[in-house]
């Protein structure tokens, strides 16, 4: 194991072949910055990734910033699912969302708080999964108005049904990188031999 300049990175010829990863985990540092860039905020990431710290996630995030070409090469060569990077279609969304405050679609179809990178779908998986009304999730975005929140909150409930579907592809996606992570390379090299003979009919 090798530790590189940033206290939290490291990388380990066993893991992922020597790709950067979180110290003492097997997450790789371009999990986290294509969540991050899905918009979801680095505070937000220990929530959907419980075994990482905020610490190691901006430490993650400061080692992209130092390293882009590196980390995106992998991410070229390690795109998330399909499944769940599929676009949202606008046509899926209701056609005057615009008239609610505060909230604009961006190039995918998908709400955003204006003027931040912040999804509605996150602040509702929040508020959902957490039970946090618009008291607590203006603390857990202080960055945000109540205004803001209480905006996104009248948004989720008149396009429940999207954004839940949204929310649980993105559970879905971390709990298989949380399970991956818990497996040894030998194990996982075999799921994934698994998964591609039984995708050619030969399982």
Do not use: C
């Not at 400061?62 to 769940?84: A, G």
């Not at 046509?91 to 708080?113: C, F, Q």
């Amino acid at each position: 194991m090798r530790q590189t300049e940033h206290v939290y990175i490291v990388t380990d010829e066993n893991i992922l072949s020597g790709e950067p990863i979180i110290k003492g985990t097997r997450t790789p540092v371009r999990a986290i910055v294509e969540i991050w860039r899905q918009g979801v905020s680095a505070e937000t990431i220990p929530s959907r990734l419980p075994h990482l710290t905020l610490a190691q996630v901006f430490d993650a995030l400061s080692y992209y910033s130092d390293h882009q070409d590196q980390i995106n090469s992998y991410i070229k060569s390690n795109h998330f699912p399909e499944r769940v990077l599929e676009p949202v279609s606008i046509d899926t969304y209701d056609k005057h969302t615009t008239t609610y405050e505060h909230i604009v679609l961006d190039r995918n179809g998908r709400a955003i708080i204006e003027g931040t990178r912040i999804k509605v779908k996150h602040l509702a998986a929040d508020h959902t999964a957490w039970a946090y009304g618009p008291e607590a999730l203006l603390h857990a975005y202080p960055h945000l108005t109540l205004g803001q929140i209480l905006s996104a909150l009248a948004y989720y409930y008149d396009h429940k049904e999207v954004i839940d579907a949204e929310i649980g592809r993105d559970a879905e996606y971390a709990d298989r990188l949380r399970s991956e992570q818990q497996e040894d390379p030998v194990t996982q090299k075999l799921r994934k031999l698994k998964e591609a003979l039984a995708a050619e009919g030969d399982f």
